[in-house]
């Protein structure tokens, strides 16, 4: 199977969020998750492609054109009174909701973190033009101290939910097709 793995934000055009009391920058936190769950997800046999940028076409046609069998975005979250928290996960289409269930279920099971919930957001342009099931993880509110602390302690834990919530995505959708 084939999990194109897109990190939010290319470092060099737009940091993403910012922490502006550590100068931790969202862009930089996507990259080393993309990093990890890639890690993770070749290890456990998947295909991997890798692409961060902010060029939003370019990831689209990427991810379609490979053919991926899921697109995976992740981000982190920012709330303008720095006190929200948690992790939420994104989704478009009816097994971009399956697959985000399985994912979400995965983090909350394995990093202390609040449950933001799972839920469909049909104006995100990557969830919208992808034509496989696709999902955005906004992992932690990079802007709340307390998540950051998260993020900065979990960020493989969060991978390796992440991949465990893809494998038993694939299981399922194997096992419905029957």
């Known amino acids: 199977m084939r999990v194109f793995v897109n990190p939010g934000h290319d470092p060099a055009v737009d940091s993403g969020a910012i922490n502006s ?15 990890l769950l890639e890690l993770d997800l070749k290890q456990a046999g998947y295909e991997v492609q890798l692409l961060q940028s902010d060029d939003l076409d370019a990831v689209v046609t990427a991810a379609n054109n490979w053919p991926a ?17 948690g992790t939420e996960t994104l989704y ?16 909350l099971a394995k990093v202390a973190t609040i449950d933001c919930g799972c839920k469909e957001r049909q104006g995100l342009y990557v969830l919208r ?4 099931p696709a999902i955005l ?20 834990a969060f991978a390796g939910a992440i ?3 893809i494998d038993e995505y694939f299981k399922q959708v194997a096992y419905d097709r029957r």
């Open 92 to 107: 478009y289409s009816g097994l971009g909701r399956v697959l985000g269930e399985a994912v979400q279920k995965n983090i």
């Open 21 to 35: 009391d550590y100068g931790v920058r969202e862009a930089d936190v996507a990259k080393q998750a993309g990093a």
């Open 69 to 85: 069998d899921i697109f995976v975005s992740l981000h982190c979250n920012a709330s303008p009174n720095h006190n929200a928290r």
């Open 163 to 165: 991949a465990a919530g």
């Open 137 to 156: 993880v906004e992992l932690a509110f990079i802007d709340n101290n307390d998540d950051l602390e998260i993020l900065k302690n979990e960020l493989p």
């Open 129 to 132: 033009r992808t034509v496989m």
